[in-house]
């Protein structure tokens, strides 16, 4: 027997589901990782690089703290600096590139030339110079990725700027002495919405990325502070002794990307907007 068309319908898991599933219990731990922890981040429970048991269920790190609880505190950091440089990275490039697609001219050219200048350099490397020269603090961290995820999202706006300047209620609202400012906030940037938010879940997945790498090679948080990306790092050191050491970090990392990206095909279904994920990340999610 089938399921009544409705009731299958309701039954239906969609992507945005999916990924606030995955992400939600992330998102508790880091509000609240003292009711999950069942230790402290930087508390000596045990012999090191013990394997996953009852009493650890991931085992423990290269000092005998617990594996699980470092992974659980590491959440509020590496979730603090995806979400914000996405928010900082999505504003600025939405703005910019909005502005450049709908002015056109000498602005534009002059904007994109400057726009892939940026874009030449290696994602990972400009972050690591900008962390290398203004210091290694969380703030640092969230605006260096930022910046060095500007650039692609400006340019992904500026499509939707150009695509969106001839149409009618924009010539409209220049016709009865509309400003550019707004015509961007009143016309251009709503309209832009749907796809601009498929392109911010790319941003916050990019930014997952990018905080775990430059953790991993020593400039995101700083020992005993736990990130997942300076807990990969120490478990390749002792891959040997304990192969198991950085699987949680591992699958943290994964899944809380893999979760953005999951939210932004559900928006994409959602809004029927013209682009796949795949290509909004080759646009404005490179790693």
Do not use: C
Request: net charge positive.
């Amino acid at each position: 027997m089938t399921a009544a068309p409705g009731r299958a319908r309701a039954l239906r898991i969609t992507p945005t589901v999916a990924g606030l599933a995955l992400l939600v219990p992330f998102v508790a731990f880091a509000l609240f990782p003292a009711l999950f922890a069942p230790y402290g981040p930087y508390e000596i429970v045990n012999t090191p690089l013990l394997g996953p048991s009852a009493g650890h269920l991931l085992g423990t790190d290269e000092i005998g703290r617990d594996l699980l609880s470092r992974v659980v505190f590491a959440s509020r950091n590496d979730l603090l600096v995806s979400i914000m440089s996405a928010a900082v990275a999505f504003t600025l490039g939405t703005v910019f590139g909005l502005l450049s697609g709908y002015i056109g001219g000498i602005f534009d050219t002059v904007s994109m030339r400057t726009v892939d200048v940026f874009l030449s350099f290696p994602t990972i490397v400009m972050a690591l110079f900008l962390i290398t020269v203004f210091g290694r603090e969380t703030w640092v961290q969230i605006l260096a990725i930022a910046l060095v995820m500007t650039p692609s999202t400006a340019r992904f706006a500026r499509g939707e700027g150009l695509l969106l300047r001839s149409r009618g209620y924009v010539e409209a609202s220049k016709v009865s002495g509309g400003g550019r400012l707004h015509i961007l906030f009143r016309h251009l940037l709503p309209n832009a919405m749907p796809t601009l938010l498929v392109a911010a879940s790319v941003l916050a997945s990019a930014a997952v990325l990018i905080a775990a790498s430059l953790s991993y090679l020593g400039l995101g948080a700083q020992p005993p502070a736990a990130s997942w990306g300076n807990m990969l790092r120490s478990a390749y050191g002792v891959v040997y002794d304990a192969p198991l050491f950085g699987i949680g970090p591992g699958i943290a990392i994964s899944v809380v990307a893999g979760a953005y990206v999951l939210i932004g095909e559900g928006l994409r279904r959602r809004f029927r907007t013209d682009r796949n994920t795949a290509s909004i990340s080759r646009s404005v999610g490179r790693v």
